[in-house]
């Protein structure tokens, strides 16, 4: 075992009090539960996506109920070689569909396959990156960067196709708050992203062609996106900004994000505001979330839910909610299960928005 990996170890040895567990994916709970920022389990900055040596570590010793011996080959740490590195997500699934007045639907389905990998030609100061979505549907690129160090990892520089910096990096892009702001997994975009972090501070700014990864902007409007937040042992607290100026007309997005740890319990909290200019009597909406998870036992995380969508405040009695029960369970390293239920609450003219909805989610990771 190198010096790397040696080290990595006694750092997870003085966590193990902590009783963490959760999602492979980027599930910012885990990093309120641990007090730490992204890049101590994340190759990207901002979070997401290929873990690093430490990352990899921590997923099979900390978050599983029991760790299996796998005798000569020890730890999964991602390597290939010396400088490059792959990792991937596999999310498979069944749900069952109950919306008023309609008939009830059911079925099994790849909900994500994700592979990821990253060159790092220069330690600590160049690398390149991508994650590629190989199913469901066609394969497609969601991120594919060079990533420029400098300052002793304190700065860098992003140029590429990348995920927006803004808010909590949630990994369900259906959730209210990713809904309302457009920004989450399935809307990357074309630009460069400047970072920087240093002790309890982290920053990013990305601009953009502020298409979500569609066709390169043809005007001269760009998004600007930007995050900061400041982090302790037990709590965070951060906010967001996004600006749009397209073609079509100028969206502007702001939000304040939290995650304070209570015990075994993390908290997370978001609040957005949008006004959407492209929209026609200009659109203001707001969106929040509320989510608590208890880590009951080892390898075992239950997540409570509760969100709250104002799609236009001009409009009367068109609030919507949600409410969702996720049982995670992670036995052993590399496989985690999900067992969930989701209740919608909207107008009563609209079934679609008083669904319910059961779902069953093996994930595999690596």
């Known amino acids: 075992m190198n010096r790397l990996c040696r080290t990595s170890l006694l750092s997870l040895t003085g966590l193990a009090g902590l009783g963490a567990s959760g999602s492979a994916a980027a599930e910012p709970y885990i990093a309120v ?29 900390l978050m599983p109920q029991q760790q299996l011996d796998l005798g000569d080959r020890g730890i999964w740490l991602g390597n290939v070689n010396d400088w490059f590195r792959i990792g991937s997500n596999f999310r498979y699934d069944y749900s069952y569909t109950d919306i ?3 008939k009830r639907t059911d079925g099994f389905g790849v909900d994500d396959f994700r592979v990821y990998a990253a060159a790092e030609l220069i330690r600590d100061r160049l690398s390149f990156y991508v994650d590629e979505a190989i199913a469901p549907g066609a ?19 992003k140029a590429g196709q990348l995920y927006l910096p803004y808010g909590l990096r949630l990994q369900d892009d259906d959730s209210f708050v990713r809904q309302l702001t457009a920004i989450n997994f399935t809307t990357p975009d074309n630009g460069v992203e400047f970072g920087w972090q240093h002790a309890a501070w982290s920053a990013q700014l990305a601009v953009t062609n502020g298409t979500a990864g569609a ?13 900061i937040v400041y982090v302790q042992p037990r709590w965070r607290f ?8 397209a073609q079509a007309g100028k969206r502007e997005l702001e939000g304040l994000f939290a995650g304070l740890k209570t015990g075994p319990v ?62 995670e369970y992670t036995p052993i390293q590399f496989v ?31």
Do not use: M
């Not at 389990?41 to 921590?58: A, E, K, Q, W």
């Not at 951060?238 to 749009?244: A, E, I, K, L, P």
């Not at 909406?285 to 009951?296: Q, S």
């Not at 239920?341 to 669904?355: F, H, K, L, M, V």
């Open 238 to 245: 951060g906010g967001s900004y996004s600006y749009n100026d």
């Open 266 to 327: 993390a908290w997370l909290a978001e609040g957005d505001y949008v006004a959407d200019g492209s929209i026609s009597p200009r659109l203001r909406a707001y969106a929040g979330l509320l989510e608590g998870n208890w880590a009951f036992l080892r390898g075992n995380n239950l997540k409570l839910t509760a969100e709250y969508y104002k799609p236009n405040i001009v409009v009367e009695q068109n609030q919507r909610n949600r409410f969702s029960i996720v049982w």
């Open 215 to 227: 066709a390169p902007g043809t005007d001269q409007g760009k998004q600007a996106t930007g995050s």
């Open 33 to 61: 539960r641990t007090g730490y920022q992204c890049t101590v389990c994340h190759v990207n900055p901002s979070g997401g996506g290929l873990r690093t040596t430490f990352g990899d570590i921590y997923s099979q010793t």
């Open 336 to 366: 985690q299960t999900r067992l969930g239920a989701r209740r919608y609450g909207g107008i009563p003219q609209n079934d679609e928005q008083n669904e319910k909805v059961l779902f069953a989610e093996l994930n595999l990771f690596f």
């Open 100 to 102: 008023p007045h309609q």
């Open 139 to 157: 394969v497609t690129n969601r991120e594919a960067y060079a990533l420029l160090w400098f300052g002793s990892r304190r700065y860098y520089v």
